[in-house]
C-alpha cells in the first residue's frame, strides 16, 4: 500500500467526523478509553517527517526511500533487539533478501499487523480504539484485529490450551489508573510484515509486559518490555507514545486489498466510481 494511499485513508476517516461529537473520557481506568494514534503518525500526517526525510542524504539506488529511512528511526519496533551470540550468528549467515527496488515496495503490504507492531503503526490507519470494561480492555484496529486484555482475574491458559497466534494471549489487571498487560503465546516471526531489512525476529518463546497510562488527557504512553530467552541476551525496552484522536468520532474498517479508489483532487478526498 502507498504512503499516499495510507494518508488519503486518514484525510477519509476525520472528513467523516461531526464537529465536537467526540467527549473525552472521565479520568481513571475510564481516561484511556477512545480512539488513539501514534505519535510517529501524527509527525507523517502534519508533515514533519516529510521535512525530516528532505534533510537526509541521497541513498544509492535500491536502497529504501527517505521517507522510509526516516520513520525506521523513529519507529523503536523497526530497530535492532538485543540478540544473544547465537542469534547474531545466524542472522549474520542467512542469506540476504533483496532490497525494494522502489519506493512504493517498501509501504506495499497487507498482512494483518499483529502484535507487538500493530501498538506501533506509524501510519494513519493504524490508530486504535480502546473500549474498557470491568472484565477486559478491548482494543480495536481499524484492520479488523482485536486484542483482548482480560482483567477480571483468569490466569493465561495452561499450555496444553494454548497455541501461538498472531496476538499472542493477554491478561491484565489495573494499578490505579495503570494498565499492566502481560503477553504470551505469540506466533513467532518479525514484528511487522514489512520489507525491512534486518527487522527484529521473535521466537514463540518471546514475553511482553506493557505499563500503559495517562501521561496527560491527551497522551497515552504504553511501556513494553519484551523478553526472548531464545534470542535475546537481555530484555529489550520500548516506550511508545500516542496522541488522542479528537477530530474522528468513529472507527472507520480498512481493507487494504480493495482497488483504489480514492484520490486527492485539488487538496479534497474525491471517490472514483466501482
Request: glycine share 6%.
Amino acid at each position: 500500500m502507498s504512503c499516499a494511499r495510507q494518508i488519503a485513508i486518514a484525510v477519509l476517516v476525520a472528513g467523516m467526523a461531526a464537529p465536537g461529537a467526540y467527549a473525552r473520557p472521565a479520568h481513571g481506568p475510564q481516561g484511556m478509553a477512545g480512539l488513539w494514534e501514534t505519535e510517529t503518525s501524527v509527525a507523517l500526517i502534519s508533515g514533519e517527517l516529510d521535512t525530516a526525510a528532505a534533510s537526509l542524504p541521497s541513498a544509492p539506488p535500491g536502497a529504501p526511500p527517505a521517507l522510509a529511512r526516516e520513520l525506521a528511526e523513529r519507529v523503536k519496533l523497526w530497530g535492532n533487539p538485543p540478540y544473544n551470540a547465537e542469534w547474531q550468528a545466524r542472522l549474520r549467515n542467512a542469506p540476504r533478501s533483496a532490497a525494494p527496488s522502489a519506493a512504493a515496495q517498501f509501504f506495499k503490504t497487507c498482512a494483518p499487523e499483529g502484535f507487538p507492531y500493530a501498538m506501533e503503526s506509524p501510519f494513519p490507519e493504524g490508530l486504535f480504539q480502546a473500549v474498557v470494561t470491568p472484565a477486559e480492555t478491548l482494543l480495536l484496529f481499524a484492520h479488523g484485529e482485536v486484542r483482548q486484555i482480560f482483567t477480571d482475574g483468569r490466569k493465561h491458559p495452561a499450555s496444553k490450551d494454548r497455541w501461538p497466534t498472531p496476538l499472542g494471549d493477554s491478561i491484565g489487571r489495573w494499578a490505579g489508573a495503570t494498565l499492566l498487560i502481560d503477553t504470551i503465546a505469540r506466533k513467532a516471526g518479525p514484528v511487522a510484515a514489512l520489507p525491512i531489512p534486518g527487522i527484529a525476529d521473535l521466537s514463540e518463546q518471546a514475553h511482553f509486559t506493557e505499563r500503559v497510562r495517562l501521561i496527560d488527557a491527551d497522551t497515552l504512553q504504553d511501556e513494553m518490555i519484551i523478553d526472548d530467552p531464545q534470542r535475546f541476551s537481555h530484555p529489550w525496552q520500548i516506550s511508545i507514545r500516542y496522541r488522542r484522536v479528537t477530530d474522528v468520532d468513529r472507527l472507520i474498517p480498512v481493507e487494504c486489498t480493495e482497488n483504489d479508489r480514492d484520490q486527492v483532487v485539488n487538496g479534497a478526498l474525491t471517490i472514483v466510481a466501482p
